[in-house]
């Protein structure tokens, strides 16, 4: 979730999850656990995927359910490693007359992020544990409290990751949609 349409969050590849899991419960409290699947499109006129670091993602979701479309314009742009996004998010009543639509508006849809997700409530921030069909378990801490500087939750997040550093990977900027894109080759090649 977003504050003022500003979201913060940060997304690592866990690597030992029965350590993360114990640091979970000892220190969060289980929130909410569900399925998620999420079906990416980009414009056909304006390829969100043309540059070598995908900075927008047009997204609908359906989390058991409840469907919403959002859309997320990371910065900086076209970098490497980003720091935080402007989200804009709204329920909707048909997932599948939005596909329509969107295809009808010459959008294509580009990869299909299917997980499990379990959220843990840590102080102003959210954990998530994503099991990720087809790439493994992340963890995403992303930042829901009022306010906040941007540098300063980000260094609240590397405290974070250094706290978990025997159950995670480095930080990973790209996302679910780019790491399926790019695992099944399907990123075009801009001298990478």
């Not at 419960?25 to 569900?34: D, F, P, R, T």
Request: hydrophobic share 35%; charged share 30%.
């Amino acid at each position: 979730m977003s504050h003022k349409n500003i979201e913060i969050e940060a997304k690592f590849k866990v690597k030992n999850i029965k350590l993360l899991n114990d640091w979970l419960k000892k220190n969060g409290s289980l929130v909410s656990h569900n399925q998620v699947i999420d079906i990416y499109f980009t414009p056909v006129h304006r390829d969100f995927l043309q540059c070598q670091y995908p900075f927008e993602w047009l997204r609908l979701r359906d989390e058991q359910g409840k469907f919403s479309i959002n859309y997320k314009h990371w910065y900086p742009e076209n970098t490497a490693k980003s720091t935080h996004c402007d989200e804009f998010e709204n329920s909707i009543g048909s997932l599948e007359q939005l596909a329509k639509i969107f295809q009808v508006l010459n959008f294509k849809k580009i990869a299909t992020v299917d997980k499990y997700r379990e959220n843990y409530k840590v102080g102003v921030f959210q954990f998530s544990v994503d099991r990720v069909k087809d790439l493994g378990d992340f963890l995403e801490i992303e930042y829901y409290g009022k306010g906040g500087n941007i540098e300063k939750v980000n260094k609240k997040m590397e405290e974070f990751y250094q706290c978990l550093s025997q159950c995670l990977d480095e930080r990973n900027y790209r996302g679910y949609p780019y790491l399926i894109l790019e695992k099944n080759g399907l990123l075009p090649k801009l001298g990478k």
